[in-house]
T-cell receptor, first 116, second 114 residues
Framework: AQSVTQLDSQVPVFEEAPVELRCNYSSSVSVYLFWYVQYPNQGLQLLLKYLSGSTLVKGINGFEAEFNKSQTSFHLRKPSVHISDTAEYFCAVSETGGTSYGKLTFGQGTILTVHP | DAGVTQSPTHLIKTRGQQVTLRCSPKSGHDTVSWYQQALGQGPQFIFQYYEEEERQRGNFPDRFSGHQFPNYSSELNVNALLLGDSALYLC?????????????FGPGTRLTVT
């Protein structure tokens, strides 16, 4: 079984400042890693994913994340945030191969609030 | 190209009643997964349908059941509703069941049980 811990439930930040949203996971097998964003009253949208290869993954809207296998982390970063980045962000994992059939295990979410 | 659509948007039911939620996957997708998102929580996997069969199930009781139709659309049924079933129910679709395949989420159905 897997579990995902998002270390901060809320992150306030000023516009144009950098931000890091932290995610740690636990799993006995190899996993794929994902970050999703959820705007108010909407479904989830994929920001980026790590399947293999380079541990630095670039996604949409200027976000990037780095996979650290030794620390079992997958932190999300953006060098300069905008008001429109205000949303809830979810880290998720799924087992590679086997019989997981793409089941996603999500963290509790981090609410990012960007202040002017 | 329409994305994942869900109906209804909102629903209010009474304890003990039954409810059916519907999902149409993104065009070209053949796999549908359902998730429950309680207030302030991350989504939790309920089950996944592929080729009209339940392929995997999360830790949910048998009161939660589903169906997938030949056109790949899907229904989620919940019987004997409890107050704790109040949540946002999300449908996600993908092409195939591979773990790395991107899942596209619908806007969800907000279920309130009173």
């Amino acid at each position: 079984a897997q579990s995902v811990t998002q270390l901060d439930s809320q992150v306030p930040v000023f516009e144009e400042a950098p931000v890091e949203l932290r995610c740690n996971y636990s799993s006995s097998v190899s996993v794929y890693l994902f970050w999703y964003v959820q705007y108010p009253n909407q479904g989830l949208q994929l920001l980026l994913k790590y399947l293999s290869g380079s541990t630095l993954v670039k996604g949409i809207n200027g976000f990037e994340a780095e996979f650290n296998k030794s620390q079992t982390s997958f932190h999300l970063r953006k060098p300069s945030v905008h008001i429109s980045d205000t949303a809830e962000y979810f880290c998720a994992v799924s087992e590679t191969g086997g019989t997981s059939y793409g089941k996603l295990t999500f963290g509790q979410g981090t609410i990012l609030t960007v202040h002017p | 190209d329409a994305g994942v659509t869900q109906s209804p948007t909102h629903l209010i039911k009474t304890r003990g009643q039954q409810v059916t939620l519907r999902c149409s996957p993104k065009s070209g997708h053949d796999t549908v997964s359902w998730y429950q998102q309680a207030l302030g929580q991350g989504p939790q996997f309920i089950f996944q349908y592929y080729e009209e069969e339940e392929r995997q199930r999360g830790n949910f009781p048998d009161r939660f059941s589903g169906h997938q139709f030949p056109n790949y659309s899907s229904e989620l049924n919940v019987n004997a509703l409890l107050l704790g079933d109040s949540a946002l129910y999300l449908c996600a679709s993908s092409y195939g069941t591979g773990s790395g395949n991107e899942q596209y989420f619908g806007p969800g159905t907000r279920l309130t049980v009173t």
